[in-house]
Every structure is written in C-alpha cells, then in structure tokens.
C-alpha cells in the first residue's frame, strides 16, 4: 500500500510543503470585473490581490479547479505507483469542489480515490493534510488514518470577523445572515462555521473587541480537547494578524499554536480585513523542510 495525499489551493499550505511531500494542489480560480481570471497561488498570490481588491468596484467571482484538472492529478498518482489517495478539499457548503473531486474519482480506474469534505477551509482544511501525512509515516493502514480524519473532522472549529458582509452576502456563502445585512453600522459581525456552513455569531461593536471576543471562543473550545491546535489565520492587515499571533504565543506557551494567512479564494468573499482563528483536537506541526 502506498499512499498520497492530495488537497486544493484553499488550504494554503506553503509550496516548499507541497513540493517535498507530493501534494498535488488543484487550484479555484478568481475572476475579475473585466474578465481577467486568475488560478489561486498559481498566477496571483493574496498581497496582489489585496490590491485588486482595494481598488475594485465589484466583488470578484470564483470557481472550483475544473474536474480534468482533479482526473490528471489522480492519475499522475495512479502512475506513481500509488494505490490509494486521500483528498482533501474545502468545505462542501462553501464550494462545489468536494462534489467534483467525487464526479473525478469515478472517472479514474487503478487507483482508491478517497475525497474528505473538510467542511473548513484554510489551514484548518490544511491540518487534515499534515495529519494524514503523519499517520502515513507512522505506517497507518487506509482505514485507520480516514477513520482518524472523520474523527477530527468532528472536533475542529473557527470564527471570523469580517469588517462588513458585503462580500459574503453577495456571493452567497453565508447562511442566515438577512437580518444582519445593511445593519451592522459601526458594528463588526462575528461569524463561525456550523456543519460546513458560515453563520452569523454575534455583533460587536469594535474590532479590537471581536478579536478579543473569538480569541475566548477559541480557549474555550482548547479547554475541551485532548490535543488542540489553535491556528491563526491573517488576511490584508499582516500587522494586526501578527500582533494576534505573537500575543497568543507569549500569554498561552502551552498550546500549539500556528500562522497562517487567507489567500485569494477567500479573501474575495471575506473581502479586505479579514481575521480568523481556527482549532483541531489533534497537535499538528507544520511538516519541516530542508532549507
């Protein structure tokens, strides 16, 4: 048995990652109001869309990898010598990419294809890479480690604070928002995921306070798990998402704590100012790389 692990570009794992383990990323891609369109991490990457974005008039639309892209992939395995590949994709309620990558498993002979709908995204999506990755160094049978996943993916979480729903009401990847939208003056909304849905959490009245405010949320969820790893997710203000980070680092050293930041895919429904915390009931480091 011979086992890869495959992902798609929203799970945001650095390349140099991607690149000494195998992992095959299928890229969404971003469309522009003047048609220009973008593969995520591929043909643009968040600090040149951040630009795009301050300067645009309306909100960029997005599509999931195109399902030839998935079939190469699987059988770029399959040639390997690969017998099996877990693939691991962003949430199912946001994206149609689960969805595809199952149409792309059917498509392909010669190889056990297993897509896992994270119902996350981001670095939180990509902890379910780098678990899968140590359980396959770890000589764990198929069963076992998509078992562990199913597990994990029961005891994860995450809050956002966006500075408006503009985007995400537009786009449609928010549920049961109506009653906040075009009434959040000098408000800032919290959200949080439920069953792979983002859903309005509560309001509060300044930034500084909704960071405070999903920081606690995220402590809460820590003090209930065995193993949790908290994951720090930045969007266009690098300093504040940094200071976030640095903060939690010196006021909490017992926990595992990782940074990462949002990238185009995202951004574009979160729109600029952007800020989430995430956390898993599993320690998860960032696999090493040669430098």
Sequence with gaps: ???AVMTDSTSYIPRPILEKYNIRTVPLSITLENGENYKENETITADEFYEILRGASSIPTTSQPAIGEMIRAYE???DEGYTDVIVVHL???ISGTYQTALQAAQMVEGINIH???SKIACLVEGAFVFRALDMIEEGKHIDEILDDLEDMRQNNSAYLVVDDLKNLHKSGRITGAQAWVGNLLRMKPVLTFEEGLIVPYE????????LKLIEDKILEVAE???TPTIIIIGGDNKEESRNVYKEMIEQYPDYNILFSEFGPVISSHLGLGGFGIGIVDRHIEMPKVDE
Excluded: E, L, N
């Design 1 to 3: 048995m011979k086992i």
């Design 76 to 78: 770029a395995y399959r």
């Design 91 to 93: 949430s199912a309620g």
């Design 115 to 117: 897509p896992i709908d």
């Design 203 to 210: 309001k509060v009245r300044t930034k500084k306070r909704a």
């Design 224 to 226: 209930q798990y065995t």
